[in-house]
């Protein structure tokens, strides 16, 4: 695949990044539901064999346990690709998940994952979300002085509007912003692509296939049948009158793939890719076989009419 740099790092991307939310299993509060960690292992390996060069994963996914489990998948491997993680989200003895981004709170995250994931340095660190939004800028000056200090090689954000990202800015360089977008999601279109543009920030969309909706392989009864802590259940976009209109924006996915020999979801997430503002997109994986339906984004490029032909169908929904 070829590779895009980041931002103001040296990261040179490719246009796929392996994503691990679910790979944290069940249990917690925004789980996918059960998730066997053998097949989560051999996923992120075969997203490595595959030619993908880079991890993101969260302390807060599985509490820890998304994290254990890219250490584990990593050791041994000869070509390691960069591995992102995020703080601010923390849990308890409870469980129960709360939101700091003091800087003490920060450094102790840091830590901590550093030792679940086995790493010295972290390649891409990154506040996950900017609550409490009071602290802020004390959050950033703390990313900075991990920086300085050699914890962390670049600093980030995810979820942060422009608004916050332009207050974090006078404290030091936001390398990336981690926003959701989709066809579905294209609230960043807006304001927030042309400030990154502008300011060298990368853009590293998460959810490009909308948590699996736009893949091809999701229908009314598997949703109907999701585990009971699957939190895609709860989500409008999971349900109707949304539900019918997604579905049928599969269908057209799949004739726009069947004319290049691709899936649904790979013309999804080449249509996240399609704007020269966005680096780079993560594609969650639970197992080796879910990476046939989406490893073909990386080399697809959408025609100028087959973006009109999306962006008409949506238009004609609203």
Known sequence: MQTT????SDLFLTPLGIGSWAMGGGGWAFAWGPQDDAESVAAIRA???????WIDTAAVYGLGHSEEIVAAALAGVAQKPYVFTKCERRWGSDRKIYKSLKADSIREECEASLRRLQVDVIDLYQIHWPEPDEDIEEGWGAMMRLKEEGKIRWAGVSNFSVAQMKRALPIGAITSLQPPYSLLV????????PFCAEHNIGILCYS???SGLLSGGMTAERIAAMAPDDHRRNRPQFQEPLLSRNLALVELLRAIGARHGKAPGEVAIAWALHRPEVT????????PAQLTGVIGAGDLRLSTSEVEELEGFLAKQQ
């Not at 997203?47 to 060069?53: L, T, Y």
């Not at 997109?281 to 639970?286: H, S, W």
Request: hydrophobic residues 45%; glycine residues 14%.
């Open 5 to 8: 740099q980041l931002g103001n």
């Open 47 to 53: 997203g490595i064999d595959a030619g993908m060069n």
């Open 186 to 193: 294209r609230d960043i279109e807006a304001e927030t692509m």
């Open 208 to 210: 490009p296939m909308h």
């Open 280 to 287: 780079a997109a993560i594609v969650g994986l639970r197992s």
